[in-house]
């Protein structure tokens, strides 16, 4: 079982660069989400997919991009890298449903110069 | 506004002495509560959830939490930690805005250490 899968697992870029985070997963989850994770202040949602073609702001989409053309890949795209967008990027997947757990690849970490 | 406060950044017990991680949850009408364990440079891991029902729930690897409503409370508790229970630890809400999604909102994290 891969689960949910992220790459790359690290990547430096420069700023004013654009790079897109891949995230996969094979659980046949409607949802999926992006999250970033920064010292002292947990996760926070940059943006979410109820399902194939559906796709929705979080708290901290701004600089961000996504699109959901399969149930399977959920990409981030940083349209142009800054360096408060070094982070670290978590994508997550469930099925659909408040009271369902999310499953979480193991982060792409990203620093921008 | 909904939020979830973790007030201890870090928690330290001796292996074989019983923990406690701290929540309290800010949210209107009935919460459903979650926690997680991320270990290093891993993704968060799910523990367990409070939807409805007994205020103990029982999750993996031997936690369990306890739903307080009068308190706003859902602490993370283990009789007896263990070494390898050194993680970091999240507690979660479900965003009651968020419609039919599964939106949530992360505490700050607590640091568990257990030393041997």
């Known amino acids: 079982n891969a689960g949910v899968t992220q790459t790359p697992k690290f990547q430096v870029l420069k700023t004013g660069q654009s790079m897109t985070l891949q995230c996969a997963q094979d659980?046949?989850?409607?949802?999926m989400s992006w999250y970033r994770q920064d010292p002292g202040m947990g996760l926070r949602l940059i943006h979410y997919?109820?399902?194939?073609?559906?796709?929705d702001q979080g708290e901290v989409p701004n600089g961000y991009n996504v699109s959901r053309s399969t149930t399977e890949d959920f990409p981030l795209r940083l349209l142009s890298a800054a360096p408060s967008q070094t982070s670290v990027y978590f994508c997550a997947s469930s099925y659909r449903g408040s009271n369902q757990p999310q499953h979480f690849g193991d982060g792409t970490r990203l620093s921008i110069l | 506004a909904q939020s979830v406060a973790q007030p201890e950044d870090q928690v330290n017990v001796a292996e074989g002495n019983p923990l406690t991680v701290k929540c309290t949850y800010s949210?209107?009408?009935?919460?459903?509560l979650f926690w997680y364990v991320q270990y290093p440079n891993r993704g968060l891991q799910f523990l367990l959830k409070?939807?409805?029902?007994?205020?103990l729930v029982k999750g993996s690897y031997g936690f369990e939490a306890e739903f307080n409503k009068s308190q706003t409370s859902f602490h993370l508790k283990k009789p007896s930690a263990l070494v390898s229970d050194s993680a970091l630890y999240f507690c979660?809400?479900?965003?009651?805005?968020?419609?039919?999604?599964?939106?949530?909102?992360f505490g700050t994290g607590t640091l568990l250490a257990v030393q041997p």
């Open positions: 997919s109820v399902g194939a073609g559906i796709t």
């Open positions: 979660a809400v479900r965003d009651i805005y968020g419609g039919a999604t599964n939106k949530l909102i």
């Open positions: 659980m046949n989850h409607e949802y």
């Open positions: 949210v209107s009408g009935n919460p459903y």
């Open positions: 409070y939807i409805t029902g007994d205020n």
